[in-house]
């Protein structure tokens, strides 16, 4: 019989800190494509990879860390959550605490949040609240609020958030058999690249993977604390998911970085938008914009002739493309030729 996947905590209970007897919310997250790109890799002069998390639940990689932090949160009998968001992070605690009959209030900062993000928070009953601020600010009032009020914060400063998305690693290995060399990723609030970097030295730790890859993290040019190697005050980048300045993550960051090998560096918003595009066309998968940032930063590096041949590439794009069409679309004409209801017409139409 085929295996029926049972979300990231049942497949990977062993490593998750729950148990057979807890109530685990779960919305079937994980168990994501990794999907081969020819056109990059033979670009690059490597074998690349996408690990697509926009196929999650909620269309990004944030459920692996909300089922964690959620089922716990129901563990600790709490009734609220709360999160500062970019957008994603606000969709994910949304949908799993109304899977869990919890409240949740989210966050965000006012008009820099993608449509699509918006409607998921506000169709699965959050409390949303719009901050004349950025996300660092946003954060800043939901840690506070947390530790004054009963509500849990599950942004991935909540360290379960981190347990649950470290699985990523975990697939990755167990689809291409043993670590990558070079693992890739965008960074905003730095949780998942510290997460990534635990999941791949517990594997290695274990056996299961012969070795740890190299991080390269890659941010976008106006919010690129990490590149400045301090917190950025404003801000700004078309990839609204990682406009982020001040991450909560950044000493795990900086090990994750550090300890693999790797480095962070910076793309600027047309290098992003480019790669979005070229991923969309040539592979056929369709990201927001902050995931294709890794894409961007490899193709720069490639450029720089900095890419090992025939290395192993794997590159977490995040998000769901669907989630933000207005950005995906910008400034290109989506009005296709009306043609009346005839075949003549629909193949002079095409041209045949
Ligand atoms: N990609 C996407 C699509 C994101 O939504 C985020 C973060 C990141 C990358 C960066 O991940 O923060 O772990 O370094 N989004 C958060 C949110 C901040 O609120 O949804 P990170």
């Avoid at 716990?72 to 992070?89: L, R």
């Avoid at 409240?103 to 008009?111: E, F, L, N």
């Avoid at 660092?136 to 849990?152: G, H, K, M, Q, T």
């Amino acid at each position: 019989m085929a295996h029926v996947w049972g979300g990231i905590i049942r497949e990977y209970l062993d490593r998750m800190p729950f148990d057979e007897g807890d109530r685990i919310v779960s919305l079937g997250e994980g168990g994501t494509p990794l999907v081969h790109a020819p056109s990059i890799s033979s670009e690059v002069g490597a074998e690349v990879f996408v690990k697509v998390e926009g196929m999650n639940p909620t269309g990004s990689f944030k459920d692996r860390g909300m089922t964690s932090a959620i089922t716990q949160v129901v563990k600790d009998g709490d009734h609220t959550v709360v999160c500062a968001s970019t957008g994603n992070t606000s969709a994910s605690a949304a949908a799993y605490a109304a899977h869990a009959g919890l409240r949740c209030v989210v966050m965000i900062p006012q008009g820099k949040i993608a449509a699509g993000k918006m409607a998921q928070a506000i169709v699965h009953g959050a409390d949303l609240v719009q901050v004349d601020g950025n996300f660092d600010e946003c954060l800043d009032i939901v840690r506070e609020l947390s530790e004054n009020y009963p509500i849990a914060l599950v942004n991935s400063v909540n360290p379960y958030r981190l347990q649950g998305q470290k699985t990523g690693a975990f697939e990755i290995v167990d689809q291409l058999g043993d670590a990558p060399d070079i693992h890739m990723l965008p960074v905003g609030n730095a949780g998942n690249i510290s997460a990534y970097w635990m999941g791949f030295t517990e594997y290695a730790e274990a056996g299961i993977a012969s070795r740890t890859p190299r991080i390269w993290g890659v941010q976008a040019a106006g919010a690129a604390p990490f590149v400045a190697g301090h917190p950025i005050k404003d801000p700004e980048t078309v990839a609204t998911a990682i406009r982020i300045g001040k991450p909560a993550s950044w000493d795990l960051a900086i090990n994750a970085r550090d300890e693999s090998g790797g480095w962070i560096r910076a793309v600027s918003d047309e290098q992003i938008l480019h790669a979005q595009a070229r991923l969309a066309a040539d592979v056929g998968v369709f990201v927001e914009p902050a995931s294709a940032a890794p894409i961007a930063g490899l193709l720069a590096a490639a450029a720089l002739g900095e890419v090992p041949r025939g290395a192993t590439i794997t590159c977490t794009v995040t998000g769901n493309g669907l989630k933000d069409t207005a950005t995906a679309l910008g400034g290109r004409e989506v009005e296709p030729t009306v043609i009346p209801v005839d075949v003549e017409a629909a193949a002079a139409a095409l041209g045949l």
